[in-house]
Nanobody, 121 residues
């Protein structure tokens, strides 16, 4: 069974940091680009960041650029999203997805179940 599992979400005060992990099972994550998306009720899905299979290309959305890092460890089938200086607008359910693209568009082959991030004082 192809599966992605996210973890690391929670309640954080504005200005705080979070480390979200995405772990794959049932397939080789190194064969895929991996993207993080954010979903907020009533809004369209938002792309956050993408990383190519060999980490030679990383994309960040304008809303998180400069305060976010994305990395992967293919030996551990894991991708890690680190977010700093969090803002209330960062609140949402964060999903990771594996696919062929790094532009937040099109379809992705495998999706995780999501992890809730709430930024609030």
């Amino acid at each position: 069974q192809l599966q992605l599992v996210e973890s690391g979400g929670g309640l954080v005060q504005p200005g705080g940091s979070l480390r979200l992990s995405c772990v794959a099972s049932g397939f080789t994550l190194a064969d895929y680009s991996v993207c993080w998306f954010r979903r907020v009720p009533g809004e369209e899905r938002q792309g956050v960041s993408c990383i190519s299979p060999t980490s030679d290309f990383i994309r960040f959305s304008d809303s998180v650029k400069g305060r976010t890092a994305l990395s992967r460890d293919n030996a551990k089938n894991t991708v890690v999203l680190e977010m700093h200086n969090l803002k209330p607008d960062d609140t949402g359910v964060y999903f990771c997805a594996a696919g062929a693209r790094t532009d937040f568009k099109g379809t992705y082959d495998v999706w995780g179940q999501g992890t809730q991030v709430t930024v609030s004082s």
